[in-house]
């Protein structure tokens, strides 16, 4: 029997293995796609979004194709499903651990360019990460030609080691890659997610070798079969699941934790990087008067009326251009020699407002958007000079003219005559207490506020 099944497939410890594996995936599932559920983060065209999704589309590749290709299961007969070059060389290969590294290779190049050339990257995601994969599906297709594999799906030593070989190569550039931004000081953890990928992916592939080698050699001993199978797919298991992480990708992301019970924090890019003031409201400083023939650029900065003219705009499905402003007025904070956190920001406002398809995308002419695409210099101070300009006077000329004859405006007139009458009759305000990210949400002024307006604005004299 138990001969039987180290051939066959069906031992005890196969289906303990298959057990973690479906496991691990389900971790990993909840540990990718949960936290963007429950938080509604909006899914987009760039590769933040896309590389995750592909990181675990390869890991349910490799899982199901290691349980596929070394016969853990037991068929009653043979399927033309059950092909062995489509698991073990197509699905295993290109389309498992070589997809899979090749997604963080991808990332390491982005981050090079990023963070020490200070510019993206010259060639695409789209276009870089097939490229990497080209030496996984060469050696696919040289393997599927010569076929050396038996019956059992084994193939000899001859082959077994050249295809280390591939998987330690696919380490030594990750490695490469993690040495040149070594010395970037990440504030997302970026550096130690690509480091951990490279210490649990090069144990992996000790272990991969090692029990691939003893599975192919030594095929006669049935207890080193099972053995060496489960140690396959439990192995594999465990790299998925530590080996995948999305702050390499999406700082933003990165934040969110299912363990806390507390509302997400850092909605904004401005917040995560701790610039000052990002996206607060301090009441008190902000009672003053607006004047509607003030230039555009000055009336901006008063948050309060900054906030009114973004809801309005919200309502009228435009608001990406004063959400444009916001971030790029949380840009201009950051410190010109601060240039890891110049280049977190200018990142974040590309891949949301300027990249074709973006969340978020402003209306700008190619010429401004290309100057931004196409810097040499993401920190650079004036990067978003000329798309600002352009935003300003979109703003100008479709939403501010609307904007005097809204209810929005006469809401935030009596909200300042309010404010004004209770200045004159020497009512004090809160402390300048910071609010998160909407200035209203804050439960401590809404309290206060409406118990002082009610006793107050309401009145005769």
Request: aromatic residues 12%.
């Amino acid at each position: 029997m138990a001969s039987g099944c180290a051939k066959n497939g069906g031992c005890p410890s196969d289906y303990v293995a298959v057990a973690v594996s479906v496991i691990c995936f389900i971790v990993l599932l909840s540990r990718s796609v949960l936290p963007c559920l429950i938080h509604k983060v909006p899914r987009t065209n760039s590769s933040c979004f896309w590389i995750p999704v592909i990181q675990v589309i390869a890991s349910f590749n490799l899982l199901f194709s290691i349980m596929m290709s070394v016969n853990l299961l037991r068929f009653r007969e043979k399927h033309w499903w059950q092909y062995c070059y489509l698991w073990a060389v197509w699905i295993e290969g290109p389309l498992g651990f070589g997809l899979l590294m090749s997604c963080r290779i991808t990332q390491a190049f982005q981050l090079y360019f990023i963070f020490v050339k200070k510019r993206l990257p010259p060639v695409k995601s789209y276009i870089f990460l097939p490229l990497v994969l080209l030496p996984w599906i060469f050696g696919a297709a040289i393997i599927h030609a010569t076929k050396p594999l038996n019956h059992q799906c084994h193939m000899g030593p001859q082959w077994t080691f050249p295809v280390a070989g591939l998987h330690a190569l696919y380490v030594l550039a990750l490695i490469a890659f993690t040495r040149a931004i070594r010395h970037v000081k990440f504030r997302f953890d970026e550096l130690r997610d690509l480091w951990k990928g490279i210490l649990v992916s090069a144990t992996s592939v000790i272990i991969w070798v090692t029990a691939f080698v003893l599975n192919e050699i030594h095929d006669e001993i049935s207890w080193l079969q099972v053995a060496s199978r489960f140690v396959l797919l439990v192995t594999g298991g465990i790299l998925v699941v530590v080996f995948f992480s999305i702050s390499s990708n999406q700082p933003l992301l990165s934040q969110i934790s299912l363990k806390k019970r507390e509302h997400f924090e850092f909605q904004r890019m401005g917040l995560a990087l701790g610039i000052p003031d990002s996206g607060l409201l301090f009441r008190k400083e902000e009672f003053r008067p607006i004047d509607p023939n003030e230039p555009l650029d000055k009336l901006l900065l008063n948050k309060r009326f900054r906030k009114s003219l973004m809801e309005f705009a919200d309502s009228c499905y435009a608001g990406e251009t004063l959400h444009f402003y916001e971030e790029v007025y949380e840009h201009g904070k950051i410190p010109e020699d601060d240039t890891i956190r110049r280049i977190y920001m200018a990142r974040h406002i590309m891949e949301k407002f300027i990249v074709s398809g973006a969340e978020m995308e402003v209306n700008l002419s190619h010429k401004t958007r290309q100057e931004i695409l196409t810097t040499q210099d993401l920190t650079q101070p004036n990067l978003f000079k000329n798309a600002l300009n352009e935003v300003l006077q979109l703003i100008k000329m479709n939403l501010l003219r609307d904007y005097w004859s809204s209810i929005f405006f006469i809401k935030f007139k009596e909200e300042e005559s309010c404010d004004e009458a209770m200045q004159k009759e020497g009512w004090s305000f809160p402390s300048p207490r910071l609010s998160s990210v909407q200035g209203s949400d804050d439960p401590f002024y809404q309290e206060h506020m409406s118990k002082s307006s009610t006793s107050r604005c309401s009145s005769p004299g």
